[in-house]
């Protein structure tokens, strides 16, 4: 497998809190109405409401690897697929979860810390950050070309007379217009 870009690592990890959340609503949703302070016996309807909850999460979690092309749709696996049209849209969806998630959990800390909590927290604040950096830099090309030289310092309104590749430009010329400018003369020894 090639090596994987930043957006590629958001997809999988993202897919994957995805899936860690849901693998506890699925397999064992009397769990989670043993961590109620009042213990009780599980409804049909909430455990019908968790277990849909999970397939929920991992359905997203299977769509955001299909859409954002870490899953190839035409089963081509060199790589040489076009880009894929459905993965900046995703990228958006799925940011815009792990912010709402984020800040649904902050608010939710304002009763006292819990590890729960504080976990959920950490987990979906980091993936939103990676999420809004990805969102930002990640569709950028690099920014140095074969050369090194950055072909963006310069261009309109503003340019940029300090760049090394117009510096040496200038020396060039210079170079060529002294040589022009020197006279030949030719000496004969006797």
Known sequence: MATM????????TSSAYFALQAVP???SPKLMISLLAEPRRLMQGEAYIY??????????????????????????SDGTSQKNPYAFPTLTITTAYHMCTAFYIYTQLSSGWSFAFGTG??????????????IV?????K??????????????????????????????????SKRRSVPRTTSSRA
């Open 143 to 176: 920014l140095l070309s074969k050369m090194g030289a950055d072909k963006r310092t310069s261009g309109f309104p503003f340019s940029n007379s300090e760049s090394a590749k117009e510096i040496k430009k200038e020396a060039k010329e210079k170079e060529k």
């Open 137 to 141: 830099f990640g569709s950028q090309e």
């Open 121 to 134: 927290l950490i987990c979906s604040g980091l993936l939103f950050c990676f999420g809004i950096w990805n």
């Open 51 to 76: 277990r849909s909850f999970a397939l929920l999460l991992l359905a997203f979690a299977a769509l955001n690897l299909l859409l954002t092309g870490i899953i190839p749709l035409d089963g081509r």
């Open 5 to 12: 870009d930043a957006f590629q690592w958001y997809s999988v």
């Open 25 to 27: 609503l699925l397999l």
